[in-house]
């Protein structure tokens, strides 16, 4: 079905992230995703959209993170790196915002993720797109996609007929969800990508505002860059 050809682990929270050659999954998904976020004053997470959880913080997405040890230290927009137990990090991260009172935060009882542990799209979904959004410069990254998979060029949304289904990749198995909701943080500007204001409407107009799929981990376990996907089956909802 393919092979993993990127990984990707995302330490806070709407910030671009770092890309790894191996991970340790569990339950919650890769080990130190989205573990960490900016919280406002109101314990609601930093995000690209206001809802119940979240709160819409423009600048977010120009920030990078990265972990040393367990440590996550940021990247500001401007270039400066403050770790993020540095007595400084919630009054600087304030200042760049321009939102007195938020702070960074681990993940306490309420999860940090939008709707599902790990998010992966496709190759072959990623060329489908490209047919439809010519001039677009097009990568997971613009999806904050944890898994990148290499299922080839063939333009075809090869994930979507997963949902329902289990999929293994090295050690971990995966129960694909759902298909996933975009938001306007795929046409943001960050992480060597430039803006693309019209995708988000391209994908609405296209495939009902979804890309990618959503899926939560079954069997933990290490998980590598040139593992194999391999199809286990229906999951016991799909089946009922």
């Known amino acids: 079905m393919g092979v993993v050809a990127a990984v990707w682990r995302y330490p806070v929270k709407s910030m671009a992230g770092e890309r790894l050659s191996e ?67 919630h009054a600087e991260i304030a200042a760049e915002l321009g939102f007195p009172g938020v702070e960074l935060a681990r993940e306490a009882e309420i999860p940090h993720h939008d709707e599902a542990p790990v998010h992966l799209v496709t190759t072959s979904s990623l060329a489908w797109l490209a047919e439809r959004a010519p001039g677009v410069a097009l990568d997971e990254r613009r999806f904050r996609a944890n898994l990148l998979l290499d299922t080839g060029p063939a333009p075809e ?14 050690e971990v198995e ?15 500007p960050g992480d060597g990508l430039p803006a693309a204001p019209g995708l988000l409407k391209t994908i609405s107009d296209t495939n009902g505002v979804t890309f990618g799929v959503q899926t939560r981990v079954v069997r933990g376990g290490t998980l590598r860059v040139g593992d194999g996907v391999h199809e286990v089956g229906c999951s016991a909802a799909h089946s009922l």
Do not use: Q
């Open 23 to 89: 991970v340790t999954l569990g339950e919650r998904g890769l080990d130190g995703d989205r573990l960490y976020a900016v919280h406002d004053a109101d314990g609601k997470f930093g995000s690209g959209k206001n809802s119940r959880r979240f709160r819409r913080m423009p600048g977010l997405h120009a920030f990078a993170a990265r972990y040393d040890g367990d440590v996550p230290v940021l990247t500001f927009p401007d270039g400066r790196v403050i770790r993020g137990d540095a007595a400084e990090i």
């Open 157 to 170: 949304l090869t994930e979507e007929a997963w949902v329902g289904e289990r999929i293994r990749i090295g």
């Open 174 to 188: 995966l129960e694909v969800l759902r298909k996933a909701v975009r938001c306007v943080m795929v046409g943001l």
